[in-house]
């Protein structure tokens, strides 16, 4: 049995990452400032092995038990969300990983960076290897996002080279699953919440931008493997069957049987054209590779979330 910290522990990958801990029979120590995460993720675990902390890791934090494992995972993470609070996601992403790499570094834990395939930016390579070293706008309104994920990969490594740290990185693509906010502006959560109450779909642009997406469970299973291994560099961990959004709203209509129609609206700045990953690493090295394909996925989500939960009755 292993003591585990998770940062962003009451937010949506965070929690469905202290579930699957737990279950595998390990402690967990979940830290969070419920920013953007709830205690309604959490509230389901009623165990002696989990402990909630609430605090803000953008200030200095200690925790006085032994810890074999930190799970990096809080930020902002939805456009909505980083755009709300821009200095905020960027101190996060520096500060708040500088002080959680010292508290790893302290317990001599091994440390996991959840970070994003955001880091490539607008890609000009098709799919996205970890080789590439990415397109991003710095002055963008989502610079404050993307960048903040490159600094806290370059603290990563100068911690892992310079201060010995057993560290590792992983590259996240988009995910899905129970437990997104219906509010949150992320493509799926808002067409399922549209699609349920048979309003219209609403599509940025023409909606021939692509994206791929991962759903939840295959996603947690990757974070650990990568976390298990002694590997440092990053490895994308997403799902590599693409999608146009085109597509994907038309797969929504169809799993909920919906009545709605498409609309298109302006692409918001700086939006990806295409974003596809690269997983040949996660395979040879962790022998990881997604097994829910969208449709399966989109099913599970709304068996195991409810009507009300996907159409944010009473929360935003
Ligand atoms: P989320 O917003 O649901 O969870 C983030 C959690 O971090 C929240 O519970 C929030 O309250 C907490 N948090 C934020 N600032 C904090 C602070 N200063 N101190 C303590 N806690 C703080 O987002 P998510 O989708 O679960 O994303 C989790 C991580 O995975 C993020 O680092 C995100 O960048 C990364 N990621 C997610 C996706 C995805 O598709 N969901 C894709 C790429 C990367």
């Known amino acids: 049995m292993a003591t585990c910290l998770v940062t962003g522990g009451a937010g949506f990958l965070g929690s469905h990452l202290c579930d699957e801990l737990l279950r595998r029979g390990h402690r967990v120590i979940c830290v969070d400032n419920l920013e953007t995460g709830s205690l309604a993720n959490i509230e389901h675990i009623r165990v002696p092995e989990f402990e909630f902390l609430q605090l803000d890791i953008i200030t200095p934090y200690f925790v006085d038990r032994p810890i074999d494992f930190v799970y990096h995972l809080a930020s902002p993470a939805s456009p909505i969300d980083y755009l709300r609070l821009p200095l905020h996601t960027l101190k996060v992403g520096s500060q708040g990983t500088h002080h959680t790499l010292g508290l790893a570094k302290k317990h001599r834990a091994r440390f996991l960076l959840a970070s994003t395939s955001e880091v490539y930016g607008d890609p000009q390579v098709h799919p996205q290897k970890e080789t590439y070293w990415g397109h991003v706008n710095p002055i963008g309104p989502r610079g404050v996002y993307d960048e903040a994920k490159r600094y ?18 992983v590259r996240i693509f988009n995910s899905f699953g129970p437990r997104m906010r219906p509010h949150d502006g992320r493509a799926i959560p808002t067409f399922l919440r549209q699609a349920l109450q048979h309003r219209p779909i ?50 929504v209509i169809e799993v909920t049987e919906s009545r709605s129609e498409i609309v298109f609206e302006a692409l918001p700045t700086d939006d990806p054209q295409v974003r596809q990953p690269d997983i ?29 939960a996907l159409v944010g009755a009473g929360r935003r």
Request: hydrophobic fraction near 40%.
């Open 152 to 169: 806290a990969e370059a603290l990563t490594m100068a911690y892992h080279r310079q201060q010995g740290v057993d560290t590792a990185i």
């Open 202 to 251: 609403t599509v940025f642009g023409s909606g021939s931008q692509t994206r791929s997406f991962c759903y939840v469970d295959d996603l947690i299973r990757g974070i650990i493997a990568l976390a298990e291994s002694g590997q440092h560099q990053p490895i994308n961990v997403g799902n590599p069957h693409e999608f146009t959004l085109l597509e994907l709203a038309q797969a």
């Open 280 to 308: 040949t690493l996660a395979r040879d090295v962790l022998g990881w590779e997604p097994e829910v394909q969208l449709r399966d996925g989109l099913r599970r989500t709304i068996e195991q979330s409810g009507m009300d």
